[in-house]
């Protein structure tokens, strides 16, 4: 098993939806976003990735903490 920060993948700031399997991160660089699909699929096999500013993020993980 991988060990891995829930917050982040390879330094990208990330939000992790387990219930709906989705991967929220923030990423800055156009070659890496190309290759977030299989970057999730190899750490989160069977969820999809979305790409989000920063902002978004933020509210994103403020949200899946509520929900705990």
Not at 17 to 33: F, Q
Not at 42 to 61: A, D, F, T, W
Request: glycine letters at 8%; aromatic letters at 8%.
């Amino acid at each position: 098993m991988k060990k891995f920060k829930e917050n982040e993948i390879w330094g990208m700031p990330c939000a992790i939806d387990h219930k709906n399997k989705r991967v929220y991160l923030k990423c800055e660089s156009a070659i890496t976003a190309i290759g977030i699909g299989a970057l999730v699929e190899q750490y989160y096999p069977g969820y999809k990735g979305h790409l989000v500013s920063l902002n978004r993020l933020n509210e994103i993980r403020d949200s899946l903490e509520t929900v705990h």
